[in-house]
C-alpha cells in the first residue's frame, strides 16, 4: 500500500491543486527579495496612493507599501502555522508513542492529560495570554502547541497500538529486538503518514488563528500581518483604494488556507483506511 | 546353548588400508530367543553372520571371540567348523538363491545335510526335507523342481527349510524377507517364531524393522561396524533412543505409521584405518570414513568420537572427540556422548490466563531433539498459547520452561538475544508476520541484523543460503521485491527462511500452512520435511488439522480446553487413540461422539471438559476431572477415567 500510495498522491486532485497553490506561494514567497523594493515599516511615502510602477498595490493610510505589507504578513502567517504545526507534531508523537508503548499508569496520565487539553479552547486561552502578557509571536506559536497537541497524540497512540499488536511486531520481539528497534524499524516507518496529517491539519489551524488574533488586533501591532492589514483596510472600505488594500490579503489568506487545507484533505484521504470508502 | 560373541573386531586388509567392519561387538544369543541386527547396509550385519559362521574371506582379520559354550569358534580348525556347520549353526545367505546348484533337485539339495553330516540314507532323508518344505508352507510337489523352476518367494523358504532342517540349536538369517512380498513375509515370520518357540536361537540381520519388531525379542542397532543402541524390538518405532535409530525408524515405511517417510541426512560411510609412516620410523594408524563416491578424497574421522556425528541431529563439539562407550541402563545398551535423544524443550506445568479466562491448566511438554511434535486441537485449546510460551513470545503465569537443560526464564533475563538465535518462529498469516514495507531482502535479514554480529557479507551470504533452503530464488531482483508482490506460498517460505537464517535448533510453527491452499501447503509441508533431515531441526508444529499432522508428526499432542487430553507417538494416537476427543478429531463426528460446543466456564474445571460432547460419559466424567495416566503402549498419555482400547 505504502508503495504505490505516492501513484495515488499524484492522481488525486485535491493534492495536485494544494499542492500546486502551496509551491505557487512557497515560490513567490520565496522570489520576494527580488520583488520587494520597499521597507514594509517604512512610512515615507504619500497614503492612499493608488497601485504604480513604484507601488504594486499603492500605499496605505500610514504611507506604508501594501506590497512589502502583504509579502511581509505571508511570511510572518506562514512562519507562525510552520512553527505551531511542528511543535504541535513533536510533542504529540512524542506523547502518542509514549503512552502506547508503555500503556499503564503513564498512558492514563497522559491521555487524561490530553483529554483536558481537548476540552479546553484554545481560541479562549490563546486571546486571553496575547491580551495579558504580551508574547512575542514565538511564544504564542509554543503556547498553541501546547494547546492542541492531544488530537496528534491520540491519533498517534490509536495507529501504533493498531501497529504494535501486529505479528510482525511480535516476530521482531521474538527474534530479540529491542524496543528502540521496533520503534525505529517498525513504529516510526508506519506512522509517517499520520505525522503528515497532523503537521498539515496543525499548520492550517493556527494560520487561522495567527490571522484571527492578529485581525482582532490582540498581537504586537508593529508586527506585520494578514489579519492587521484586513482589519486597518476595512476602516477604508469606502475609499475606492480596498480592492488593491483589502483584496490581496484575503486572496492570499483564502489561497495558503486553501493550499494547506487540500493538502491535508487528500493526505488523509490515502492514508486514513477509515475515509477510503466515504471519500 | 548360549552363542556369545566378544570383542569381535573384523577388519578387511587391502595394500592402502584396512576397513573397519566390526568395531568390538559384545552379543549373545540365548535359546528361544530371537535379537535382529539391524542397521544401513555396509553396517556390518552380514560380517558378523559370517564371522559366526567362520566363512569371512582370506584378507579378513578377525579379533575377540566367538564362543559357543564353551567351544572357542575362532580358533578352531577347518574340519571341526565344517562339522558344526548346519547342525549346530546354520545360516541363510542373502541373495541365497546363487547358493543353490542348478543342476540338482531342490528335495535333493534340502536333504543334502541329512546325508553328508548325520548319515541319514537318501530315503530317509528325502521325506525329512519333504517334511521341511511343507513346514515352511511350501507346496509338497516343489522339492521336485529345479532352482530355477520356482519364485523368489519359494526359493527363500527352500532355504530356509533348508536353514532348519537339522534343528541347528542357532540359527542365523541374512535378510530372510528382502524382495518378498507381504504374504510370504509373513510366512516367515511364522517360521521365525516356530523356530523360537521350539528353542532355538535366531540372529535376525534384516533393514526390515517391521519384521525385527514382530519376530525379535531384542533389537540391535549397528552403524559403520559399532553397536549404537540394543533395545526390546517392541520400542524400535516407539520408543528408539538413539538418534541413529529414530532415523531408521523413521525411513523405514511401516504401515501403522502415517508420517512421510524421512530419511537420514549424508551418507552412510565405510571406515578404514589408514596406515601412515611417520618421519621417525614410528606407524601411525588413522581414521577414515570414506562415502561412496570419495574413493580417494579421504575425510577423517577425529580419532575416537561417535561415528554418527556428522549425521546427528543434536550432535555437540565433544561428539566429535570424546570416546563413547557403550553403556547400560535397566535393559537399553545405548553408545551416546548425550545419553539418548536428548530433551531440547521441556515445558512443565506451564499455565497461564487471559484477563481471568484460564487459557492453559498445567500442561506439560518435551520436545526431543530432531523430532517434529505436533499439537493439535480445536481453537481456543490453548495450543497456540503453549506454542508462544514455548518461543519466549508470552510469559506463563506459573510452571518451568527449560532449553537444552538451561532454564529459559532465567536465560530471558540474562541474555535473550542469545536465546532468540536458537528459536525459530513461523506464524499462521505470512502477510502479516511481515513489515509490508521490508523488502525480501530486509525480511530475511531482520534476525541477523538483531543479532548485531554479522558483517554485511555474511549476512547476504546467509540470506541467500536460507533462500536456497526454503528453494526460492535468489536472484537480487527477488531480494528487493516486497512482500505484496509475491503469493502467500512464496511469502511463508520466506517466513521460514526468516526463521532459520539465524541456524535455530528448534522451529515454531504455528498453522504455517493454514493459509495457503492445499498445493502450495504440499509443497511447503514438503519442504519443511527436507528441513528438518537436512539440518537435523526439532519442531514444534501447532495445527487445527490431524491430517495434516499424521502426515510429518513423529508425536502428537491433542489440546482440549487448555490441557493436553492425548499426547504419544503420532502412529499411537492415530491408530489406537485413547481419548474420545481425539477419535472426534480423527473422525470427524463419530456416531459414538455428540458434537457441541466446549464449556470453558469456571463451573466446568470440576468435571472433564469433555464431558458434554463425549458418548462414553459416565456420573464420575460430570464430576471428577481426570488425571493425566499412561496407557500400557510406554511413552503415551492420556487425561481420561475411561481411556478407549
Redesign the interface.
Known amino acids: 500500500?505504502?508503495?504505490n500510495a505516492a501513484k495515488r498522491l499524484a492522481r488525486d486532485p485535491w493534492f495536485i491543486a494544494g499542492a500546486g497553490i502551496s509551491g505557487l506561494i512557497i515560490l513567490f514567497l520565496a522570489s520576494s527579495p527580488l520583488l520587494v523594493v520597499h521597507d514594509p515599516h517604512d512610512m515615507d511615502f504619500i497614503p492612499f496612493s493608488p497601485p504604480s510602477a513604484e507601488h504594486w498595490l499603492g500605499v496605505n493610510d500610514g504611507g506604508m507599501d501594501i506590497f512589502s505589507e502583504l509579502m511581509a504578513g505571508m511570511k510572518n502567517t506562514l512562519h507562525f502555522g510552520l512553527l505551531t504545526g511542528l511543535v504541535c507534531l513533536i510533542i504529540g508523537a512524542c506523547a502518542g508513542l509514549f503512552s502506547a508503548w508503555f500503556r499503564g499508569i503513564p498512558d492514563l496520565i497522559i491521555m487524561r492529560l490530553s483529554d483536558v487539553f481537548l476540552a479546553v479552547p484554545a481560541v479562549m486561552v490563546l486571546i486571553l495570554v496575547a491580551a495579558f502578557f504580551r508574547p512575542s509571536p514565538f511564544y504564542l506559536a509554543l503556547v498553541l502547541a501546547a494547546l492542541s497537541w492531544p488530537t496528534i497524540a491520540k491519533v498517534i497512540r490509536a495507529q501504533t497500538l493498531v501497529v504494535k499488536a501486529?505479528?510482525?511486531i511480535?516476530?521482531?520481539?521474538?527474534?530479540?529486538?529491542s524496543g528502540l528497534?521496533v520503534i525505529r524499524?517498525?513504529l516510526m516507518?508506519?506512522l509517517y503518514p499520520l505525522y503528515l496529517i497532523g503537521f498539515v491539519s496543525k499548520a492550517r489551524m493556527a494560520m487561522f488563528m495567527e490571522v484571527s488574533l492578529s485581525f482582532l488586533g490582540l498581537l504586537d501591532p508593529g508586527r506585520k500581518s494578514l489579519g492587521m492589514m484586513i482589519n486597518y483596510a476595512l476602516r477604508y472600505y469606502y475609499l475606492d483604494i480596498w480592492w488593491s488594500w483589502l483584496l490581496p490579503p484575503v486572496i492570499c489568506l483564502t489561497l495558503l488556507i486553501m493550499g494547506v487545507t487540500f493538502l491535508a484533505l487528500s493526505l488523509e484521504k490515502i492514508f486514513d483506511p477509515r475515509l477510503k470508502e466515504i471519500m | 546353548m548360549n552363542l556369545t560373541i566378544k570383542n569381535l573386531r573384523v577388519t578387511y586388509v587391502s595394500n592402502e588400508h584396512r576397513l573397519l567392519a566390526l568395531d568390538r561387538v559384545n552379543l549373545e544369543l540365548t535359546p528361544g530367543k530371537v535379537i535382529a541386527l539391524v542397521g544401513e547396509s555396509g553396517s556390518g550385519k552380514t560380517t558378523l553372520g559370517k564371522a559366526v559362521m567362520g566363512l569371512l574371506p582370506d584378507y579378513a582379520r578377525v579379533k575377540g571371540s566367538v564362543s559357543l559354550e564353551s567351544l572357542e569358534l575362532l580358533s578352531l580348525p577347518a574340519p571341526e567348523m565344517n562339522k558344526l556347520r548346519w547342525s549346530r549353526i546354520s545360516m541363510l545367505f542373502q541373495n541365497g538363491a546363487e547358493s543353490l546348484n542348478p543342476v540338482y533337485r531342490i528335495l535333493d539339495q534340502v536333504a543334502e545335510p541329512l546325508i553328508q553330516k548325520q548319515g541319514f540314507s537318501r530315503k530317509d532323508a528325502g521325506l525329512q526335507a519333504q517334511k521341511a518344505l511343507e513346514q515352511t508352507g511350501l507346496d509338497p510337489g516343489l522339492g521336485s523342481r529345479f532352482p530355477h523352476e520356482v519364485s523368489g518367494g519359494e526359493m527363500q523358504r527352500c532355504l530356509l527349510a533348508m536353514a532348519l532342517i537339522m534343528s541347528p540349536e542357532i540359527i542365523i538369517l541374512d535378510e530372510p524377507t528382502a524382495s518378498l512380498d507381504a504374504m510370504n513375509k509373513t510366512l516367515i515370520r511364522q517360521v521365525i517364531l516356530g523356530a523360537k518357540n521350539k528353542g532355538q536361537a535366531v540372529l535376525v540381520i534384516t533393514h526390515d524393522l517391521d519384521l525385527a519388531r514382530d519376530t525379535a525379542d531384542e533389537a540391535v542397532v549397528l552403524y559403520l561396524g559399532q553397536v549404537m543402541e540394543v533395545l526390546p524390538a517392541v520400542e524400535l518405532f516407539l520408543a528408539p533412543r538413539h538418534p541413529y535409530t529414530l532415523a531408521l525408524a523413521r525411513s523405514y515405511p511401516a504401515l501403522d505409521t502415517h508420517r512421510d517417510l524421512g530419511g537420514i541426512r549424508g551418507d552412510a560411510f565405510y571406515r578404514t584405518v589408514h596406515r601412515h609412516r611417520e618421519e621417525n620410523g614410528n606407524i601411525r594408524f588413522h581414521s577414515h570414513l570414506i562415502g561412496p563416491d570419495q574413493e580417494h578424497e579421504h575425510c577423517h574421522a577425529t580419532p575416537g568420537g561417535c561415528l554418527f556425528v556428522d549425521r546427528c541431529t543434536q550432535a555437540l563439539p565433544e561428539c566429535r572427540e570424546k570416546e563413547i562407550a557403550i553403556q547400560e541402563t535397566d535393559g537399553y545398551e545405548l553408545r551416546c556422548l548425550r545419553g539418548g535423544i536428548a530433551t531440547l524443550l521441556r515445558l512443565k506445568s506451564i499455565s497461564k490466563s487471559y484477563a481471568g479466562k484460564t487459557a492453559l491448566h498445567p500442561v506439560d511438554l518435551e520436545l526431543k531433539a530432531g523430532e517434529i511434535f505436533c499439537l493439535v486441537g480445536e481453537s481456543g485449546s490453548g495450543k497456540t498459547t503453549l506454542a508462544m510460551i514455548g518461543?519466549?513470545?508470552l510469559k506463563q503465569d506459573s510452571g518451568s520452561r527449560i532449553y537444552s537443560n538451561r532454564n529459559m526464564d532465567q536465560w530471558i533475563r540474562q541474555d535473550?538475544?542469545s536465546?532468540?538465535?536458537k528459536?525459530g518462529?513461523v506464524?499462521q498469516?505470512p502477510a502479516?508476520?511481515?513489515?509490508?514495507?521490508f523488502s525480501v531482502f530486509e525480511i530475511i535479514s531482520?534476525?541477523l541484523k538483531?543479532?548485531g554480529y554479522y558483517s554485511r557479507q555474511e549476512i547476504l551470504e546467509k540470506v541467500l543460503s536460507a533462500l536456497k533452503d526454503v528453494h526460492l530464488s535468489t536472484e537480487p531482483e527477488f531480494l528487493s521485491r516486497?512482500p505484496?508482490e509475491l503469493n502467500m506460498g512464496a511469502l511463508q517460505r520466506i517466513c521460514i527462511a526468516?526463521a532459520l537464517v539465524?541456524g535455530p535448533s528448534l522451529l515454531i510453527a504455528d498453522e504455517p500452512t493454514s493459509s495457503l491452499d492445499p498445493s502450495v501447503q504440499a509443497k511447503v509441508l514438503k519442504m519443511i520435511l527436507d528441513l528438518q533431515i537436512e539440518k537435523g531441526l526439532t519442531m514444534l508444529f501447532v495445527t487445527h488439522d490431524i491430517g495434516l499432522a499424521r502426515k510429518i508428526g513423529d508425536r502428537m499432542g491433542v489440546m482440549l480446553a487448555g490441557r493436553m487430553v492425548e499426547s504419544g507417538p503420532a502412529a499411537q494416537i492415530l491408530n489406537k487413540s485413547a481419548h474420545p476427543y481425539t477419535r472426534l478429531l480423527i473422525n470427524g463426528s463419530g456416531s459414538q461422539v455428540h458434537d457441541g460446543p466446549v464449556s470453558l466456564k469456571a463451573g466446568r474445571d470440576r468435571g472433564c471438559p469433555f464431558v458434554s460432547r463425549c458418548g462414553w460419559k459416565r456420573d464420575l466424567c460430570v464430576n471428577d476431572n481426570p488425571e493425566t495416566r499412561q496407557t500400557s503402549q510406554g511413552d503415551h498419555f492420556v487425561r481420561c477415567h475411561f481411556p478407549l482400547n
Not at chain 1, 511480535?170 to 529486538?177: E, F, L, P, V
Not at chain 2, 502479516?432 to 514495507?437: C, D, E, F, L, Y
Open positions: 500500500m505504502h508503495l501486529g505479528m510482525h511480535h516476530s521482531s520481539r521474538q527474534m530479540g529486538a528497534y524499524r517498525h516507518p508506519e | 518461543a519466549a513470545l535473550y538475544l536465546l532468540a538465535g528459536i518462529l506464524h498469516h502479516q508476520a511481515v513489515s509490508h514495507r531482520e534476525p538483531i543479532q516486497y505484496h526468516r539465524t
